[in-house]
């Protein structure tokens, strides 16, 4: 099975109607791009890096005044991503991300909550996951949707649920005071739309994880957003909350794009609000999934994660990019009765949401993923080579 991809599936529904930008690979190195309808503008001599661009104050508006070198379409762009005999100096699309950080909320809806409770009480055993999702979901299910995190109901919450035994870490960051906020990867080491994603070879429950991811400034300031597949190791990190950077951190592990989405007035936070990230996975064994995340049942606000993630007690002078987190933990079996989803290599991962486009990559273990080799030294050793810095 390989990749299609088109401009029609990749943009969001209003098409180019937003300010959409982009990094892609030509013979010479990275370049920024804005998106239109005939065509990339490459923006790089005026902003040779994203990070740059977006600790603007008004970066949708500094974007759209660029009148850059018209490139080449975004359908050659892509079928040239996906190309067989791609080489390292073909044209291809990136993430949309470079010196960012690259960070992550975690258990920030109320079913994904549920799903870490089940993994560490199955120390990462699928096989047992069936009974004990039962169990939590009848004794606490209900109550925890109605909950605001670090409420006082939300205290009183978390005395039931130790008198029941079931008070877990992912609870506590779940409804109390203090939200997830995690290293993902490192920056530079995203994927994009059209690569391949990896997972460690040696898991054997995981699954993706379909979430917006926010583009904050290094004022904190949220600018935009675009898609993101937090992929995730279920077994790795059920059998110990320690191993989160073996589940989270691994080579093609974290995917970006297609493209930021800059806010303007096409576009803003309470549009963010109201995504709804859909997903399907379809496997060379026919199988396939389908899902959706609705960013109307966060129990953590976007600014209020935003706010988490940067302060007065933390700060990110290149910026950093945010994962929402997700609702969506996929249950339904896909081999064995009682063990739910896990990936095969081979799935074609697709992310989409109506206002931010859609997000494709098939799987494979991180060991035969690309290795990544582009990073921030050879980031800026590039740049001054083409007399950009």
Sequence with gaps: MSLELSAERTLPEDGCKGTLLGRVWLDDGPHVVRVERDGLVDLTRKFPLMSELLDLDDPADAARSVQGERLMGLDELLRSTVAADRSPTTPRLLAPVDLQALKAAGVTFVRSMLERVIEEQARGDAARALDIRTRV????????????????????LKDHLIEQGLWSQYLEVGIGVDAEIFTKAQPMSAVGHG??????PRSNWNNPEPEVVLAISSKGRIVGATLGNDVNLRDFEGRSALLLSKAKDNNASCSIGPF???????YGLDDVRGETVELEVTGKDGFVLRGSSSMSQISRDPLDLAQALCGHTHQYPDGAVLFCGTMFAPTEDRDVKGEGFTHKAGDIVTIRSAGLGALVNDVTTSDKAAPWVFGTTALLRNLSSRNLL
Aim: charged fraction near 25%.
């Design 137 to 156: 979901e009848s004794l606490i299910g209900g109550d925890l949707r109605s909950v605001e995190p670090g409420s006082q109901g939300a205290l009183k």
């Design 260 to 266: 930021i989405r800059l806010f303007d007035d096409s």
């Design 195 to 200: 690569d391949q994603v990896g997972l460690h």
